[in-house]
């Protein structure tokens, strides 16, 4: 429908809200091009974690960009640092693509500080029964060999909820998606 925001939008949008506000040791999970850190705050220690050995250019551009930031070349489901030394992590269209979530999660839990947050922006499976569900649960086995491993029938929602934070606020949104469907969206901070 013209008019709807889109999910870029609420992304673009996600980033320059919630992006500013962290402070200290930054942990980016699957960064990307690393677009996070043109949001964070100066000052920010920016750890961006990729699996892939190849990076794209524009990450290390970026990378290169910023005092103190480092490159993590793991995955989510082993995440490189010692337990509590992480004051936020950043997981932007991330935890669709991680083979293991909540695995990629209890690493999350491990290395953020008491208090530290876990800011989230994620595409989410739609409601059962749903012509958008029975499209993502057909569309999965491809869209996780050719788009990086997203898995766009993922319940992010409850895995971060049952990873054992203190507490998990969730905001849902809609996005248009294609062919007649909808695109669930989350955004939301969790608390260890
Ligand atoms: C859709 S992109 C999102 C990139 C960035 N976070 C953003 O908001 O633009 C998904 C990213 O997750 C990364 N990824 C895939 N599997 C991963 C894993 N197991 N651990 C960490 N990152 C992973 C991919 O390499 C890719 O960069």
Same mark, same amino acid.
Do not use: K, N
């Given at each position: 429908? $013209?008019?709807?925001?889109?999910? #870029?939008?609420? *992304?673009?949008?996600? +980033?320059?809200?919630?992006?500013?506000?962290?402070?200290?040791?930054?942990?980016?999970? /699957? !960064?990307?091009?690393?677009? !996070? !850190?043109?949001?964070?705050?100066?000052?920010?220690?920016?750890?961006?974690?990729?699996? +892939?050995?190849?990076?794209?250019? !524009?990450?290390?551009?970026?990378?290169?960009?910023?005092?103190?930031?480092?490159?993590?070349? #793991?995955?989510?489901?082993?995440?490189?640092?010692?337990? /509590?030394?992480?004051?936020?992590?950043?997981?932007?269209?991330?935890?669709?693509? @991680? *083979?293991? $979530?909540?695995?990629?999660?209890?690493?999350?839990? *491990?290395?953020?500080? $008491?208090?530290?947050?876990? @800011?989230?922006?994620?595409?989410?499976?739609?409601?059962?029964?749903?012509?958008?569900?029975?499209?993502?649960?057909?569309? #999965? $086995?491809?869209?996780?060999?050719?788009?990086? /491993?997203?898995?766009?029938?993922?319940?992010?929602?409850?895995?971060? +909820?049952?990873?054992?934070?203190?507490?998990?606020?969730?905001?849902?949104?809609?996005?248009?998606?294609?062919?007649?469907?909808?695109?669930?969206?989350?955004?939301? @901070? #969790?608390?260890?």
């Amino acid at each position: 429908m $013209p008019g709807e925001v889109t999910t #870029a939008e609420f *992304r673009r949008c996600w +980033r320059a809200s919630v992006l500013p506000a962290l402070r200290g040791v930054v942990l980016d999970l /699957g !960064a990307g091009s690393g677009i !996070a !850190a043109d949001h964070l705050a100066d000052g920010v220690e920016w750890l961006a974690l990729e699996p +892939r050995a190849r990076v794209e250019p !524009a990450l290390h551009a970026r990378l290169d960009r910023r005092r103190g930031a480092r490159l993590l070349t #793991a995955p989510a489901e082993a995440v490189p640092l010692e337990a /509590g030394t992480v004051d936020a992590v950043i997981a932007s269209t991330v935890l669709c693509s @991680v *083979r293991r $979530p909540d695995r990629a999660l209890a690493e999350v839990r *491990r290395v953020l500080r $008491p208090g530290g947050v876990l @800011v989230f922006f994620e595409h989410v499976a739609a409601e059962r029964g749903t012509w958008t569900s029975a499209l993502q649960a057909a569309y #999965a $086995p491809i869209s996780r060999l050719v788009d990086r /491993g997203c898995d766009p029938h993922r319940d992010t929602e409850s895995s971060i +909820r049952a990873a054992g934070f203190a507490t998990v606020e969730v905001r849902r949104m809609r996005a248009p998606g294609v062919l007649g469907t909808v695109e669930p969206l989350i955004e939301g @901070v #969790a608390v260890a």
